[in-house]
């Protein structure tokens, strides 16, 4: 997984003009109880989620971010549209880091950009489309 960030940093489209820069990264793959209590402890949102992204501030040497991406979500995602967890919890990734440096999807509008972007760092990557797999729809 670290190789496989580090891979979609470059693929990262510039904010404002400039390529993203990160000072430093955690992952930290959870379940379902854990990124339920993050969950609600951070977004005060009952239940689990996907991918949390926590940036701890835009430093001069560049962003720092701390991604919590769920396991039990990955799982059951990957088994309603037929990819393996590791592209699904690619997907979070991608996702996290990309809310990182600004992007957002709380209208539909922003979701669909966010999600093109994905998509596109992820086929660049050679995983394909995994938000959007075989044209399907996520709810």
């Not at 005060?44 to 991604?67: H, K, P, R």
Request: proline share 2%; hydrophobic share 40%.
């Amino acid at each position: 997984m670290v190789d496989l960030v580090r891979s979609m940093i470059e693929f990262l489209p510039a904010v404002e003009g400039k390529s993203p820069t990160f000072s430093q990264i955690s992952i930290r793959i959870v379940h379902d109880e854990e990124m339920s209590q993050l969950h609600e402890k951070y977004s005060n949102v009952a239940g689990t989620t996907d991918v949390l992204t926590f940036v701890q501030g835009d430093t001069a040497s560049g962003i720092e971010v701390d991604l919590a991406l769920c396991a039990d979500e990955a799982e059951r995602r990957c088994a309603e549209f037929g990819h393996s967890v590791e592209n699904e919890l690619a997907l979070y990734a991608v996702h996290g880091l990309l809310h990182a440096i600004g992007f957002d999807d709380q209208d539909e509008v922003q979701a669909r950009r966010m999600h093109a972007e994905e998509d596109r760092i992820l086929t660049s990557l050679g995983l394909g489309a995994v938000y959007a797999p075989r044209g399907g729809e996520r709810s």
